[in-house]
């Protein structure tokens, strides 16, 4: 089921949805990422969706690409535009280059579960009201990314406030959802702010002048390393050579992807940009590419600027079972996970309403779960 899906069915009709849910749910047994080679070939490339979550490898479960071309801003922190004709609750149809996702009023994700997983959330562009039942709340944008580990359960709301009145609110963020092993399954819950001045850039000029900035969200590039990641995420040790980086190449630009261990498996986005090379292959625009060895790999932008977003990790190899917003490792924990939802509602909302936003004022801030305040740089 996917989490636009399971999401809008909590939101709509709180667990009335649970009954019989249990046998819908998938699961997936990943091996080491590099299988013994029976071709000459380097890469594999898929075209991604127009819509929804991309394709990813294990440790990683889920990735998509959130970008929303919303009007100027009514007086409610909402789209100053008539909201007739959308699916309101289930809006993901871009109807005019934007989605109220489960928004009513205002767009974003309103109070929703997750256990035995994590969320990374890397903006580029809009701000994003966090708010979860553990009483931390946190106003985030403009280049900063949060590191949520759900662990034992968490619900929070994820919402997107529009606060200029005057000019259009552009909203253009990934959110990823990376695995836990089973002995962190049940950890506490956590999460780390990363502001934009926190997160490494380092720009690499190549012979012919041209730029290519690569955005350490995680891993390590050369000498830069990300923030600290959570301490019980997969990310926490090196040895799993977990990385996330937003690779931005000037036209013509050349750059060199440098070369990881056997066990490490790779993807590359192709976010935007035509005329993307890597290994001598020209790769469309909107693709997935599959790395099948652990070798460094030439990538030209022959064409305009691009975009890229790496996902590197070694693989957990654990049995997953997932449904809706419940990562487990059995059909039997994600029954458990559903049960404990129902009885604790993991903490229970500490809010007043289902989708919470924090003024608007665009100061950014993080008030976290231990009651910490944390503020950018």
Not at 64 to 93: C, I, T
Not at 100 to 114: E, K, L, V
Not at 178 to 198: S, T
């Given at each position: ?54 394709p ?93 580990t ?29 695995n ?19 997160i ?50 000037g ?58 977003l ?5 693989p ?50 993080a ?11």
């Amino acid at each position: 089921m996917k989490r636009r899906k399971a999401i809008g069915l909590i939101i709509g009709s709180g667990l009335a949805f649970l009954t019989g849910a249990y046998a819908k749910f998938r699961t997936t047994t990943f091996s080491q990422h590099y299988p013994k080679k029976e071709s000459s070939m380097n890469i594999k490339v898929t075209q991604l969706p127009q819509t929804g979550p991309w394709p990813t490898g294990d440790p990683f479960l889920f990735c998509v690409h959130h970008n929303d071309q919303y009007p100027s801003a009514n007086e409610k922190m909402g789209p100053n535009a008539s909201l007739e004709g959308r699916n309101m609750g289930q809006d993901f149809a871009n109807k005019d280059g934007w989605n109220m996702y489960h928004g009513s009023s205002i767009p974003g994700f309103p109070q929703h579960p997750h256990r035995g997983f994590e969320t990374l959330t890397v903006v580029k562009q809009g701000l994003i009201d966090h708010s979860d039942s553990l009483g931390a709340r946190a106003r985030y944008g403009d280049g900063d990314a949060q590191w949520l580990t759900a662990g034992d359960g968490i619900v929070h709301a994820e919402m997107f406030p529009l606060l200029n009145q005057e000019a259009g609110n552009p909203m253009d963020f990934f959110q990823i959802w990376i695995n836990l092993p089973a002995v962190n399954k049940r950890v506490d819950p956590h999460f780390a702010m990363f502001w934009e001045k926190q997160i490494p850039k380092v720009k690499n000029t190549d012979i012919n002048g041209n730029m290519t900035e690569v955005t350490v969200v995680a891993g390590k590039y050369r000498s830069s390393s990300a923030p600290t990641p959570p301490p019980n995420s997969w990310a926490a040790n090196q040895e799993n050579d977990l990385a996330v980086w937003v690779i931005k190449m000037g036209k013509g630009a050349k750059w060199s992807l440098p070369a990881v261990s056997e066990t490490s498996g790779r993807s590359l986005y192709v976010v935007k940009g035509k005329g993307v090379e890597i290994d001598g292959q020209p790769i469309p625009e909107k693709s997935r590419v599959e790395i099948l060895t652990p070798g460094a790999f030439n990538i030209v932008s022959a064409g305009n600027e691009v975009e890229l977003l790496l996902l590197q990790g070694r693989p957990i190899a654990e049995p997953v079972a997932q449904y809706g917003p419940f990562v487990m490792n059995t059909e039997a924990e994600i029954r458990e996970a559903y049960d404990d939802y129902s009885r604790t509602r993991f903490g229970g909302w500490k809010w007043s309403e289902n989708d919470p936003v924090h003024g608007k004022n665009p100061e950014k801030f993080a008030q976290l779960i231990d009651g910490s305040v944390d503020k950018p740089v």
